[in-house]
């Protein structure tokens, strides 16, 4: 998701200060001071995971009022008393022989479609937030240069540039971590009923695909098209 962000960042730059000085200020990039609390507050909020009811959970994880489970920046769940569990070292503990028992429907073993249509909400969930900061954060990047431009103040492009790309990389990295949790909980559970984990691998095609589409629509948005 940083390319997308660096992409629309790229023809919102190009479309404000002409080709010749977007490059220069690409070539000769320099470290600036950058802190936002605003863009704080959009890359730093916590994703929620809407898992299938049966998911098992360490005891205590934190839920959201409608049951949906709290992860941190690493796509680990986070307790009530405040620690974090690593899923996939969880999973790996607590996944003992005696314990696995194969997801039902209508008392019969449930088939891999079946595993797979449980976790599809889980999935939109995730991408329905990840769209969300995304578009907070070209919202914002907007906002503030036409600010900046109102009141006649120095319009700096490579500060805009590092700085939203800073944080298009913290949401890119807290969005894959929360993908690879609810994915390894959808292979986890192919996996004690009998079935390939690699069934799983449409969810991550489709993921793929989705961040294809969602440079699209940001350049759109940034360059004024939509």
């Known amino acids: 998701m940083r390319t997308f962000i660096k992409i629309a960042l790229a023809a919102l730059l190009v479309m404000m200060i002409g080709v010749g000085a977007a490059l220069y200020y690409f070539v000769n990039v320099k470290e600036y001071d950058v802190e936002d609390q605003d863009v704080d ?10 898992l299938p009811d049966d998911t098992p959970l360490p005891e205590g994880v934190k839920r959201d009022k409608d049951g949906s489970v709290w992860i941190d ?5 986070i307790l009530e ?3 974090t569990v690593d899923p996939e070292t969880w999973m790996a503990e607590n996944n003992q022989p005696e314990q696995k028992k194969p997801t039902e429907t209508s008392d019969k073993k449930a088939t891999v479609e079946e595993i797979k249509k449980r976790y599809a909400p889980t999935f939109s969930h995730l991408e329905g937030q990840a769209k ?3 578009g907070a ?8 240069y036409t600010d900046k431009a109102a009141k006649g103040e120095k319009i700096n492009p490579a500060y805009f540039y590092q700085k939203y790309t800073d944080a298009a990389d913290t949401v890119e990295a807290k969005t894959d971590a929360a993908f690879n949790t609810v994915y390894k909980s959808l292979q986890n559970d192919l996996k004690k ?4 984990p690699s069934h799983a691998q449409s969810f991550k095609t489709s993921y793929e695909k989705a961040k294809k589409e969602q440079k699209d629509q940001l350049l759109k948005k940034v360059t004024g098209s939509l």
């Not at 954060?137 to 503030?144: D, I, P, Q, T, Y």
Request: no cysteine.
């Open 41 to 50: 507050k959009i890359t730093q909020k916590q994703y929620s995971l809407k």
């Open 73 to 77: 920046k690493n796509g680990h769940y």
């Open 81 to 83: 008393n405040g620690e």
């Open 132 to 134: 969300t900061q995304l």
């Open 137 to 144: 954060l070209v919202g914002k990047a907007k906002n503030e």
């Open 193 to 196: 009923n009998d079935y390939s």
